[in-house]
């Protein structure tokens, strides 16, 4: 598991349950259904503690034979994406790794973490704060200003 983990990027995995069956749709095409359970350790993106998650997710693939693969010139993602092109072998294992990292928290923190504001600038100047980053919210000022003297 230490591999895994290493490979996912994260701090430890702890525990891991995947199972689920696969079976012919058709002579040559395949479905898998499961269930992947893990428990894992995380840095948090605020404290650098470690955060504990438990992820539970239904996984569900397809491997269709003749479907041509998915090419870096498309511009869009495929309609269906539990959908894959069968090659010579059906490796659940990277299903696995595959699923795991999608259901990981892109930012992980604690239950009681939040991030709060932090404003920096040069001696002197005034600092951009994340409201003055929100270039519409002074036209809905304006907006409500004139809606404001129009009722009176």
Known sequence: MNALADELGIAELRKVRFEGTLKPLSKRDWRFSGHLGATVVQTSVISLDPVVTRIEEDVERTWIAGMEPVTAEESE???DVDREPLGREIDLGSVLVEALSLALPDHPRGATEELGEQVFTEPGKDAMTDDDARPFAGLAD???KLAG???E
């Open 77 to 79: 993602a495929p309609e």
């Open 142 to 144: 304006l907006r409500d």
């Open 149 to 151: 003297k129009d009722d």
